[in-house]
């Protein structure tokens, strides 16, 4: 592979931070000629990152299914039939044992998420007991398991935590549509919970939920107008399970999901923006033009909390043809 090590060589100015995007001014960037709005995503992407570099993380669900929300997407929620089963939350040692696995298989960041609304104090010690040992390995911290307070965000930071995963989902106009048992303002809260506690933040969206391009540009505005940028910015598109409300969405066009790419990397220039979910289903050619337009990080591995992910024999193939290389860190 290459090692890209004079590809930022030539590379252009980083554009100023904004934290002042208008909907209508996202929506002006999504409408772009292709060949456009692709120059503008390199030529930000350049000027801050090695565009043939691609940073590799590993999610693990450490407790499936039994959720109380009811987020039309996914198949944990107890409210949507043929909702998968509630487990146990899984002992340390197992997790520890799927992190080296993990670290063997290249990975060095190692996401572990829970289906809960909220983490109760004795689950909340175990996790931090996971993310202590996780740290021990090597590799960097991960976690998601929905709403936090303060205390609860600083008792995670002193174990040691990395990043802290709460998406934002879709639009503040849409969300309404899409879940009912937690409020845009509790999600807000939680990220400033984790901001102030010093943990960096991961946040994205979903595309594909019967969104407008209006609610699409909304959510890329909604994360690049945070107070911060978050350091990682998962764009995921929706996998479309069946007993779930959202199970017969219409597609999303390719090339769509791509301009949503492109518009996180132009608004948000210092993010990791990351394929999440619904890599299964894109051919490698999606995935390249994602790339180009700055995606810069993926999860690797067979399976994301529920549904499946490219096998990690497929990511190899195509990041080695494509003559990009990877890295385990994430900032």
């Given amino acids: 592979m290459a090692d890209g090590s004079s590809s930022l060589a030539h590379s252009p100015a980083p554009a100023p931070l904004r934290h002042d995007w208008s909907v209508a001014e ?12 692709m120059f503008r995503a390199q030529a930000t992407h350049r000027a801050t990152f090695d565009p043939t570099e691609i940073q590799i993380s590993t999610l693990l669900s450490i407790k499936t299914g039994g959720c109380p929300e009811d987020c039309a997407y996914c198949p944990q929620s107890v409210v949507h039939e043929d909702s998968v089963k509630a487990e146990k939350l899984m002992a340390v040692e197992k997790v520890l044992e799927e992190a080296r696995k993990a670290k063997a298989a290249g990975a060095g960041r190692f996401c572990m998420g829970a289906a809960w609304r909220s983490p109760k104090e004795r689950d909340l010690e175990t996790v931090c007991a996971m993310i202590e040992g996780v740290k021990e390995l090597g590799l960097e911290t991960c976690v998601t398991l929905g709403m936090l307070d303060d205390s609860q965000a600083m008792r995670l930071k002193d174990a040691g935590l990395d990043f802290y995963n709460h998406n934002l989902d879709t639009s503040p106009e849409y969300y309404g549509e899409i879940i009912s048992t937690r409020t845009y303002q509790d999600r807000l809260d939680t990220l400033a919970s984790v901001r102030d506690a010093g943990i960096n933040v991961c946040c994205g969206g979903i595309v594909g939920m019967g969104e407008g391009e209006t609610d699409r540009a909304g959510l890329i505005a909604s994360l690049a107008n945070l107070p911060a940028h978050p350091e990682s910015v998962p764009i995921n598109l929706l996998v479309r399970v069946e007993g779930t409300p959202l199970a017969k969405a219409d597609e999303v066009s390719p ?3 791509v301009r949503m790419i492109a518009a996180a990397r132009i608004t948000m220039p210092k993010s990791r923006v990351r394929l999440a979910a619904g890599r299964e289903n894109m051919t490698d050619e999606t995935q390249t033009l994602c790339f ?4 810069n990080s993926i999860f690797y591995g067979e399976r994301l909390l529920t549904t499946p992910n490219p096998q990690a024999q497929r990511d190899r193939a195509l990041l080695q043809n494509l003559g990009m290389h990877t890295t385990g860190i994430g900032l």
């Fill in 292 to 295: 180009l337009a700055g995606a």
């Fill in 255 to 257: 090339l769509d999901f």
């Fill in 26 to 37: 996202i929506q002006s960037l999504l409408n772009l000629p292709f060949p456009e709005l």
